[in-house]
């Protein structure tokens, strides 16, 4: 795809359903009795990849345009799958999912494509197999295929090395089915969309810092989820109405959970011309309205507990660094090199063809702002977070810029270049 420089960005833009509550929505769904109703499903091909795992489970799925009609099986009421469930691109469907089959009456395999196979899962595999789980690597290298034999499963207390929404959630359902509480302690909390879904699905759930904690359940109730705007997927019209010259976007009803907001703090922090609007709440999320409009920048260090709550959006977070004035620094992001892809290095050598002046470092990146782009060919590397960045770094580049791959949008934001262009004056 050939991108070329805008002159200007204006309206309002309604982005995807938000791709975790997405996720999660359909596997509670699936636990609990009764009906589960998700309006604003997000329609990628991750949460896809869920849908179809838990219909090879035996859960009666139906989807109408973006609302997704789960009939639960209630939490005993899977059924062994004939096939392997594959998870496609979604690590999310893996990772959750294998603490939803560790406790089941059944075996089950899971694999997914070639990223899924490069992606670590001695994360889960390793605190799941302590509460008594049999879950292992095919390959005994930590990596997918996963082979899970349903085991009778203990509480535990599990002290995470990495603060990750996917260990944790992993943890959380697998906990429902335990003997005794489950305790998970991260070094920083992450996103918390499993703590606040498990509450209104019935479960006893409780949070306090970077602690949750889960005690057995008997049965969760179906519920209506109502799926506010992905706030990852607005970070790209955020970037880009602050960093293209005469520009204003509205983003309509976007998810403004605060263990997701950190793009948020970066922006207003970096000096960027942001107001939000509160309007809607959903399953516990806070949602609002955000505008930004064009914006003088300056580069700032962005470390420490910052980082889990947008962990997703350092790629775009890269490149509004390069129309910063000065150095903007980002430490504690190793997560970041197992990712759909290592986007530490393919975001530091997409830029550095594009100009800018930009470094790797072992947890992050040191970007020295204020140096114009122009056109190169750039990879995504089949990764939709690098592909949308990269779109929005060649919308403010002279010259034309050939992005690779650009189609792995669909991944989590099918109709992002439509929306793109429709806002462009």
Do not use: W
Not at 91 to 118: E, H, Y
Not at 144 to 151: D, E, Q, T
Not at 369 to 398: F, I
């Amino acid at each position: 795809m050939i991108i070329t420089k805008v002159h200007g960005l204006s309206g309002t833009v309604r982005v995807p359903g938000d791709k975790s509550i997405s996720h999660r929505g359909v596997m509670l769904g699936a636990l609990a009795k009764g009906q589960t109703e998700i309006h604003g499903f997000l329609m990628g091909a991750d949460c896809l990849s869920t849908i179809d795992c838990f219909r090879k489970l035996g859960v009666r799925i139906n989807i109408y345009s973006d609302t997704v009609v789960v009939e639960g099986m209630g939490l005993r009421g899977l059924k062994n799958p004939i096939q392997t469930l594959n998870v496609g691109n979604s690590g999310t469907t893996m990772r959750l999912i294998s603490g939803v089959l560790a406790p089941q009456k059944f075996s089950a395999k899971l694999d997914g494509d070639a990223s899924i196979r490069k992606r670590p899962m001695n994360r889960v595999i390793m605190p799941l197999s302590e509460m008594g789980a049999d879950i292992k690597s095919e390959s005994g290298d930590g990596l997918p295929p996963l082979m899970i034999n349903g085991k009778d499963l203990k509480g535990i207390t599990y002290k995470s090395p990495v603060a990750s929404a996917q260990v944790k959630s992993a943890l959380l359902l697998a906990g429902l089915y335990a003997d005794g509480e489950t305790t998970v302690i991260e070094p920083a909390l992450s996103r918390n969309h499993t703590e606040l879904m498990l509450k209104a699905f019935g479960a006893e759930v409780s949070s306090e810092g970077a602690t949750a904690r889960v005690k057995p359940c008997d049965e969760l109730f179906g519920q209506m989820v109502v799926v506010p705007g992905d706030i990852s997927s607005a970070a790209y019209f955020m970037v880009a109405a602050a960093i293209t010259p005469d520009s204003e976007i509205t983003m309509k009803n976007v998810g403004l959970n605060p263990t997701r907001d950190g793009i948020i703090r970066v922006l207003k922090e970096m000096g960027a011309d942001i107001s939000i609007r509160v309007n809607e709440r959903a399953v516990g999320e806070p949602a609002g309205d955000i505008t930004v409009r064009s914006s003088e920048l300056k580069g700032i260090t962005i470390e420490g507990n910052l980082i889990p709550t947008l962990i997703d959006e350092l790629p775009v977070i890269a490149v509004l660094a390069c129309f910063a004035k000065g150095t903007t620094v980002i430490k504690d992001a190793e997560e970041l090199k197992v990712k759909e892809s290592n986007r530490i290095d393919i975001m530091v050598s997409n830029l550095k063809a594009m100009g800018a002046d930009i470094e790797a470092t072992d947890d992050g990146m040191i970007i020295n702002g204020g140096k114009p782009l122009h056109g190169a060919v750039v990879d995504s590397v089949k990764d939709h977070r690098v592909a949308m960045s990269m779109t929005v770094a060649g919308m403010n580049a002279d010259g034309d810029t050939d992005l690779i791959d650009a189609h792995c949008v669909k991944i989590s934001y099918p109709r992002f270049y439509e929306d793109m262009q429709r806002l462009t004056v």
